[in-house]
Structure formats: structure tokens, C-alpha cells
């Protein structure tokens, strides 16, 4: 009985991965490559297209393109009709797969990971003719997320960083180590200092939502605060705080003199280190190893902050 059961839970994840691997086609020849990442995209039919394109970087010890299915976000690219760009980190890089966001080697502009990250979405862009960027990461791609947002402010329309770190925090893995455990060594105002002297001459921002669980245990949460604050400061000022308690979660928004959302930061109560998950409804994703059950989606409600789907009132 044992091993029939096991045949059929094997039977079954091997489907699955079947089945998520055939949505995605692999990217290759997108030119230099010296983080030695792969890649792989979802593209909708070219007459329904959108012009958006969102890239996703995953977690530790995670699969891409299976975290873009269980997050809701590749049924979401279905929905909405955007392409999503999956780059995936590898073992011999990284003995937990994670992506190296505090690597000198990684971490600095057009070197190492960060420019294969850069010359994947340039390739894909191009290729699929794209117009808006967008870039969504878990965790440590989520820290990766912060890096390439600050290094490549303008390739990016918008990002999102769930349960991620503010750059530049760490140099090297003791630093890192100290940034998920206690957060920045830095104020907000040095991060913001540090921020210029990256990108001196950039004025403009990508818009920017943040996600974290209250009771994060892995990566402090005081890391998302610090990183939407950051981002506020970067942004157009003045900026004003809007702080919404609802059923689970608190909602911070700063808004500029026009109304709009420049900075929101989602602080849900009682959940710890993952992205949220909400499978009651269409796309709101699955439960599974650092998916979270919560009163809302994160892919969801990021889709509609980035405006790629149309609001409607009790979306979650």
C-alpha cells in the first residue's frame, strides 16, 4: 500500500512538473552571461499580448518557473495576457539556489548575475516587443529585486519585493546574515544617500509595493519597513502616509500630490517568510512551501497596483 501510494504521489509531481513546463519556452542567446543563469518565459499568443512584461525571481531552493504557477502569477499572465520572464538560479552557483545578492561579484552593476538578469530582460524585450517592465522576487530574489531596481532604475516601470532586503545592505555572506537577522546596518536616510551615489542621475523612480509577514523569522521584517521607506524618499516629495488596518494585514500607501500610489507596504499579522496566497479565489494561488495562506494575494493585488488588470471591488 505504501509504495503504491508513493508511485501515485510520484506519478502525480512528475505531471505537475510536466505541466508547468509546458507553458514555458527557454530563453538562450541573450548574450553575455557571466552569473551562468538559465531562463524561460510564458508569452501569450502575439495577437493578445500585452506590452507588459513581468520578470519573476525566486526564492532559495526553489523552482521558477513551479513558484509562477503556485503564486497564481502565470494563471494571472493567462488572464491579463502579459509575458512573464522566469530566470532560475542553479546548485553549482549556489548550494541553496539562491540567487547572490550579496556577492561582490554579483552585485555590482553590469557584473556578474545582475547583468545576466539585465541581458535576459533586454533580450526578451526586444524579442517579444515589449514596452513595460516589471520585476516581482521572493526572498532572496527579492533582495535581488532591490538590487536591480537601484542599478536599473530605468528598465523598470514598477517592482514589488516580498519578504526581501533593501540594497545595498550586505557585503559578503557575514553582512547578509546580519541584514535577514536584524535588518540594515544603515539608516534609511544612508540607504537613500548610498541609492544616489549608484544612480546619480536618475530623478524618476520605479513605483514600488513591498510585502512582508509580521512574524518573518528568516528575514527580519524590519528590512521591508527600511525598504519602503527607502523608496519613499527616492520618490517624489512631498509623499503622503495613508495607513490602512484591515481584517489580518496593515496597508501603508504614500502618496504623491497627485493621488497616486508611489510606495505601498503590505504587513500581514501572524505569517512568517513567504508569499501570500489566497487559493479561495481565481488565481490567487496555492499553499505549498513558503506560500502562505492569507487573506489576500500577493500576485494579485501586485498585477493591480502595477495596473495590469482591471480593479474590482472585493479582489483580493
Request: net charge positive.
Amino acid at each position: 500500500m505504501r509504495i503504491m501510494k508513493y508511485l501515485i504521489t510520484s506519478f502525480l509531481t512528475l505531471f505537475l512538473s510536466f505541466s508547468v513546463m509546458a507553458n514555458f519556452t527557454g530563453l538562450s542567446n541573450f548574450g553575455s552571461n557571466p552569473g551562468a543563469l538559465e531562463a524561460s518565459y510564458y508569452a501569450p499568443p502575439s495577437e493578445k499580448r500585452s506590452s507588459a512584461l513581468v520578470v519573476l525571481l525566486h526564492g532559495c531552493a526553489q523552482n521558477g518557473e513551479q513558484l509562477a504557477k503556485q503564486s497564481g502569477l502565470l494563471g494571472l499572465a493567462k488572464q491579463h495576457h502579459f509575458s512573464l520572464l522566469v530566470p532560475q538560479q542553479s546548485l553549482s552557483n549556489n548550494i541553496k539556489r539562491c540567487f547572490n545578492w550579496y556577492s561582490s561579484d554579483d552585485y555590482h552593476k553590469d557584473e556578474g548575475e545582475i547583468l545576466s538578469l539585465k541581458n535576459m530582460i533586454t533580450q526578451l524585450k526586444q524579442q517579444l516587443s515589449s514596452k513595460d517592465i516589471y520585476i516581482i522576487g521572493l526572498s532572496a530574489g527579492g533582495a535581488m529585486t532591490s538590487n536591480m531596481l537601484v542599478n536599473y532604475p530605468e528598465l523598470f516601470t514598477a517592482g514589488a519585493v516580498v519578504a526581501g532586503i533593501p540594497f545595498p545592505c550586505a557585503k559578503g555572506l557575514i553582512t547578509a546574515i546580519s541584514c535577514m537577522k536584524n535588518g540594515p546596518s544603515q539608516t534609511v536616510d544612508e540607504l537613500v544617500s548610498l541609492t544616489h551615489k549608484l544612480n546619480s542621475k536618475q530623478n524618476a523612480w520605479p513605483r514600488l509595493s513591498v510585502w512582508t509577514g509580521a512574524v518573518d523569522d528568516i528575514v527580519n521584517p524590519l528590512n521591508s519597513s527600511m525598504l519602503a521607506q527607502q523608496w519613499a524618499q527616492l520618490s517624489e516629495r512631498p509623499l503622503k502616509v495613508v495607513v490602512n488596518k484591515k481584517f489580518g494585514y496593515t496597508h501603508t500607501q504614500w502618496k504623491n500630490t497627485y493621488q497616486e500610489v508611489a510606495v505601498e507596504l503590505f504587513e500581514l499579522e501572524k505569517l512568517g517568510h513567504g508569499i501570500m496566497v489566497s487559493p479561495t479565489v481565481k488565481n490567487g494561488g496555492e499553499v505549498s512551501d513558503y506560500l502562505l495562506a492569507a487573506p489576500i494575494s500577493t500576485a494579485k493585488k501586485v498585477i493591480n497596483f502595477w495596473q495590469l488588470s482591471p480593479y474590482k471591488v472585493g479582489d483580493k
